[in-house]
């Protein structure tokens, strides 16, 4: 028997013990089931628990090991998946009650990947309404509870609230999310855990109900850089149903994972992106340069071409995708949609060629002028979010949480959130690792490094 605890043990740990036969998949997906029996009342990070399903598929997995047939290293691990992604048969509401008897007619390339590999799906997990949110609120299906706060509801982080949340609880060892302006490392952020933003191309959006065709990215939330660096390397790599992935060889991060941050320049942001940025989220902030620094990194000032702002008001792309997709569900008044999400989406309505256009070119110039301005620096270090999770009832739905990681998008670049530190009251603060696109093992790396040196990610929320 193992002397892990499988609710508590990360995916590498899992992953371990199941092929080193000290733990079955059985065990596992039988101790996360109890726990999503338990918790799942209060915390409604699922759409779905595939229980029945989940409990055949460890029948099958650890017959395959003991027989010596395991697939890869993976088999038997379980994993969630966000209501973006379709497995043929099942709803795929995408957080939309206008959906709720959408089922899927196919299965989605990464989750196709996930159990070519022999991964066990335990369940969908929420996601605000067609992933068009950073807070994690859903009018309709309901929004997830921040499991590090028992007693007042809190921002799980969106869009991939459920997924944050059920990992955070101990209900998943990891999962995964999409990320258009932040909803990976939202959700990370808040939540206390390890999220990455892929570049675009790295991982095929194929069968994933889209936001925005442009800026749609797919990537792992999970509690620890190895983790994360597992599930990428897991769903990453070319997919003939996804010309965006075309030529996009696959990376292995392991060859500079534990290498150190020692002759890596990292980037501080201006003094003036601190304003607004709440004390204990700078502390924590400037507290992980110094480690970093102490590591024998090379902090370096850096002054951007442009705010943090700039890019947050850069909506053409999105809204104009989002309205292309959606956009005569939101223009039907019978249709069951959120009011905040039916606005944005009806946003899109407004923008001419000309805006979207000019966005797009605007985009490629700031692309150009990041590039120059960051020469010879490996990456850039700011906060995930201004500051840790807000209450629900403090949600305003016209100021969105993602200052600090659209600018990650709409320049196509990677990025890595993990936590930090905890406020006085115990909710996780979160430090994000912003590389260039295709620099994901660099990103892995600072943030192993980092995670090394603290046990931020260790901790456990008071579930």
Not at 19 to 41: F, K, N, Y
Not at 81 to 90: A, F, N, S, T, V
Not at 208 to 217: A, F, G, K, Q, R
Not at 376 to 381: K, P, T, V
Request: hydrophobic share 40%.
């Amino acid at each position: 028997m193992s002397d892990i605890d499988p609710i508590h043990a990360s995916a590498a740990e899992l992953a371990r013990a199941i092929q080193g036969r000290t733990l079955s998949p059985v065990e596992a997906v039988d101790a996360l089931l109890g726990r999503i029996d338990r918790l799942e009342p209060k915390l409604q990070a699922f759409t779905e628990v595939f229980a029945a399903d989940a409990r055949l598929a460890a029948e099958g997995a650890d017959r395959a090991i003991r027989s010596g047939h395991a697939v890869g290293p993976l088999h038997g691990v379980p994993v969630v998946l966000k209501d973006l992604i379709d497995l043929e048969g099942r709803i795929t509401m995408g957080g939309s009650a206008a959906h709720r008897a959408r089922r899927a007619e196919r299965t989605a390339t990464i989750a196709k990947r996930l159990i070519g590999q022999g991964m066990i799906v335990l369940g969908k997990t929420h996601t605000v309404e067609f992933a068009y949110g950073g807070w994690g609120t859903n009018q309709h299906l309901g929004t997830p509870w921040n499991p590090w706060d028992t007693e007042t509801p809190r921002t799980p982080g969106g869009s991939s609230s459920g997924t944050g949340v059920s990992v955070a609880a101990r209900m998943a060892p990891w999962g995964i999310g999409t990320d258009t302006g932040g909803s990976v490392r939202l959700p990370a952020a808040f939540c206390g855990l390890t999220g990455l933003k892929v570049t675009v191309g790295r991982v095929s959006t194929w069968g994933i109900v889209p936001l925005s065709m442009t800026l749609d990215t797919p990537g792992p939330l999970a509690r620890t850089v190895e983790d994360a660096a597992l599930l990428y390397e897991a769903i990453s790599g070319p997919d003939p149903r996804d010309p965006t992935t075309r030529g996009i060889q696959p990376e292995a991060p392991w060859s500079t994972l534990n290498r150190g941050v020692r002759g890596l320049r990292l980037g501080r942001m201006p003094a003036s992106e601190r304003d607004g940025v709440a004390p204990d989220m700078l502390a924590a902030y400037d507290a992980a340069l110094d480690l970093l620094a102490g590591q024998g990194a090379e902090i370096v000032d850096v002054a951007l071409p442009f705010r943090f702002s700039d890019c947050m008001a850069l909506t053409e792309i999105t809204n104009a995708e989002a309205y292309f997709v959606n956009g005569s569900l939101a223009e039907d008044p019978s249709a069951q949609l959120g009011d905040a999400v039916r606005g944005r989406i009806l946003a899109g309505a407004t923008v001419s060629a000309q805006a979207y256009l000019g966005t797009l070119h605007r985009r490629a110039a700031m692309k150009e002028q990041y590039a120059a301005v960051l020469e010879g620096i490996d990456a850039l270090l700011t906060p995930t979010t201004e500051s840790a999770a807000v209450t629900l009832a403090a949600v305003d739905e016209a100021h969105l949480p993602s200052r600090f990681t659209r600018f990650g998008n709409l320049l196509d670049l990677c990025a890595l959130a993990l936590p930090n530190g905890f406020t006085g009251s115990g909710l996780p603060l979160s430090l994000q690792i912003v590389c260039r696109g295709y620099e994901e093992a660099t990103a892995l790396r600072i943030g192993q490094a980092y995670q090394r040196a603290t046990d931020w990610h260790l901790r456990r929320p008071p579930m």
